[in-house]
């Protein structure tokens, strides 16, 4: 079994910054990916950005390029989500996800944390 554990959501100004974290606990030794998803009021879930674990590959939606950097520290089973010039259309409840099965699918995925971004 695995736990998933957000943190770091809060309320910002449009253009403001938050940095999101994310541990990961339990049976974590064969950990494919951890990644980040989002879900706002009466959207469906969508990806953020992915990190591969072993080789750090990142991967990111349209349109986190260039505003959100997601990084790992292996040592801590912990990924980070750096989050700049944030927009109102931003604000979602932001949950983080592992693999550790295969890397095709995420297994576990955390309660979520929430983000708003005013204007």
């Known amino acids: 079994q695995v736990q998933v554990v957000e943190s770091g959501g809060g309320l910002v100004q449009a253009g403001g910054s938050l940095r999101l974290s994310c541990a990961a606990s339990?049976?974590?030794?064969?950990?494919?990916?951890m990644g980040w998803a989002r879900q706002a009021p009466g959207k469906e879930r969508e990806s953020v950005a992915s990190?591969?674990?072993?080789?750090?590959?990142?991967y990111y939606s349209d349109f986190a390029t260039g505003r959100f950097t997601i990084s790992r520290d292996t040592g801590l089973n912990t990924i980070y989500l750096q989050m700049d010039n944030l927009k109102p259309e931003d604000t979602a409840l932001y949950y983080c996800?592992?693999?550790?099965?295969?890397?095709?699918?995420?297994?576990?995925w955390g309660q979520g944390t929430q983000v708003t971004v005013s204007t």
């Open positions: 990190i591969n674990w072993s080789e750090g590959t990142t």
């Open positions: 996800a592992i693999a550790v099965r295969s890397p095709a699918d995420y297994d576990y």
């Open positions: 339990g049976r974590t030794f064969t950990t494919y990916a």
